[in-house]
């Protein structure tokens, strides 16, 4: 049976499963809005107040719920208002579908109003890029999109569409997305899943330098919670009995009371977890990147370590930190297959003198006036396990990540790699609707909230209950810091000392909002907001001077 091309797009994302999508119309999307007004019964469309926030907003549901989110836009400003987006969900690994439509095909490439070359400008930031310009090419290039951001390292891929073929008419036969994985699968080499099956000379290997340690290291990175491997990560580390590090996107695959855990490890991490990797003799990368944020420099990063990488990227191996051995693949499968072939080791001594290296980073004095420190201890105080925190990018992030507990993947969202202010407050919404059952805690700075605060209208419209907590030291805190450090106290542009006032703010897009001048004020506002089970803006006012720990610095030529 022939039916309209936008048909199609909607009934391909039913055929994945979809029953949530993020976006904002255009009149190049047009067609594709007006089918899904006839499919509301089935489809929640979220319009957010802007196409970055919907983009966040889908890579938040994207991180918590474990399937792709979907987010839609129109031609020209309406698509590059997402790459921020893509750029974020890109570096962390998250599958979303960012659907685009352009201008119809015979106008492509003669500056037609509102045309842009979305899927040139994208193709760095995704796993791949489609430009459809026929309705017959629709259904199996939107069901090759969500098979490619699923599968191998997951990641954001973009499909733009031309106007004329979703006014076209073509066939269309369902198709049960495994199914299709099962026929895609056997010549698309690029999409598949990748499970590892051992060799006898692998297993070798791998045995004989895990079981020569006498101080290993496990460092558990993002790929773990992508893989859902943190059982297989304990496992693994009990195995050969060594202590754990994390990078800040790994936060959760140990919990954070776990005795082995040493926390964080980089350049805003705790200092158990850098001095453990400064001494270990062999470390364990699962799922990691090696950014630059975890190794600072090269030559002094794990320097009497040998490097054992796990990771489903080959891409990534050697790419920033040389392997001595490596294995490829998805980090569940490679621990699962691994750790029965190891004898059960015995470092004890070495894990002792690693927990000797916990310093309590985490308390406060009281005082009359609010701190950073006290306000992470005030949450602490008032939030349990059931609260998930998602922060934007600062030294609000640096504080949450190192002071707040994290006892389960997927319990501490950010934007790790990209680092993309305004990213809070769209993943919040995106972390609530794909999860209603957990509080959701927005941690963000001043200048951070600014560029996205407007999605509180989206927070109001659709009654998504966020607290957000704002920690305004009105300033770009971790950028005047380093200007203070490292560029002889020239504090320049970096100062935000002017409005606005963000309780009103939040009031004015009719979420409640208070003003906090000490802990006590913050330990009833944040009590209140949790029983009440309602959104608000509480704000924090801290001092500029407060400061975020650096265990290392980058050398500036």
Request: hydrophobic residues 40%; charged residues 25%; neutral net charge.
């Amino acid at each position: 049976m022939k039916i309209k091309g936008a048909k199609i797009v909607i009934e391909c994302l039913l055929e994945q499963g979809v029953d949530t999508v993020f976006g904002y119309p255009g009149v190049s999307i047009i067609d594709i809005y007006d089918e899904l007004f006839k499919y509301q019964d089935k489809i929640t469309h979220i319009l957010t107040a802007h196409e970055q926030g919907a983009a966040h907003a889908a890579d938040g549901y994207a991180r918590v719920s474990d399937k792709p989110g979907v987010c839609l836009a129109t031609s020209g400003p309406g698509a590059t208002n997402l790459i921020t987006g893509m750029a974020a969900a890109f570096m962390d690994s998250s599958p979303v579908i960012f659907i685009t439509c352009n201008v119809p095909d015979s106008l492509l490439g003669k500056d037609a109003f509102q045309e842009v070359d979305i899927v040139g400008i994208a193709m760095p930031i995704t796993k791949n890029t489609y430009l459809v310009r026929r309705a017959e090419d629709l259904a199996d290039t939107i069901r090759e999109a969500f098979a490619l951001a699923v599968s191998g390292r997951k990641g954001p891929v973009l499909i733009d569409i031309t106007a004329n073929a979703v006014r076209e008419y073509a066939e269309y036969t369902p198709m049960d997305p495994q199914n299709y994985l099962k026929k895609v699968f056997a010549y698309r080499r690029n999409i598949s899943h990748i499970e590892k099956t051992f060799s006898t000379e692998e297993l070798k290997k791998a045995k004989a330098i895990l079981e020569s340690a006498k101080c290993p290291l496990v460092l558990a990175g993002g790929g773990v919670v992508w893989s859902k491997a943190e059982e297989q990560l304990k496992n693994f580390a009990a195995k050969i009995d060594a202590p754990i590090v994390s990078t800040m996107m790994g936060l959760g695959t140990v919990s954070s009371k776990d005795e082995n855990f040493l926390g964080m490890l980089g350049s805003y991490g705790e200092a158990a977890a850098e001095w453990a990797c400064k001494n270990c003799d062999l470390l364990i990368a699962v799922g990691v990147r090696f950014s630059d944020r975890v190794t600072g420099r090269i030559d002094t990063f794990a320097p009497k370590a040998k490097k054992f990488h796990i990771d489903i990227d080959r891409a990534e191996i050697d790419k920033n930190v040389p392997a001595d051995y490596y294995i490829v693949g998805d980090a569940a499968h490679v621990l699962e297959g691994l750790t029965p072939h190891i004898s059960q080791q015995d470092h004890e001594e070495w894990k002792l003198l690693a927990r000797h290296k916990k310093i309590d980073e985490k308390e406060w004095r009281k005082s009359s006036k609010l701190t950073a420190l006290a306000v992470m201890g005030v949450i602490r105080e008032i939030t349990d396990e059931n609260t998930r925190f998602v922060t934007d990018v600062g030294q609000h992030q640096i504080w949450a990540s190192t002071m707040l507990p994290h006892n389960y993947p997927r319990q501490f969202i950010t934007s790790g790699g990209y680092g993309a202010m305004g990213f809070g407050l769209g993943a919040s919404i995106g972390a609530k609707i794909a999860d209603a059952s957990k509080t959701v805690l927005h941690i963000t700075g001043d200048g951070s909230f600014r560029m996205n605060c407007t999605e509180l209208a989206t927070e109001y419209r659709y009654k998504v209950p966020i607290i957000t907590v704002v920690i305004n030291n009105h300033s770009l805190g971790l950028v005047k810091q380093r200007q203070h450090r490292d560029f002889e106290n020239r504090i320049f542009q970096t100062l935000l000392d002017d409005r606005p006032d963000f309780a009103a703010l939040a009031m004015a897009y009719g979420i409640p909002g208070v003003k906090v001048k000490n802990e006590e004020e913050l330990r009833q506002a944040l009590k209140s907001a949790v029983a009440s089970k309602a959104g608000c803006v509480i704000e924090c006012t801290i001092s500029p001077m407060e400061e975020v720990k650096v265990r290392f610095g980058r050398k500036r030529n």
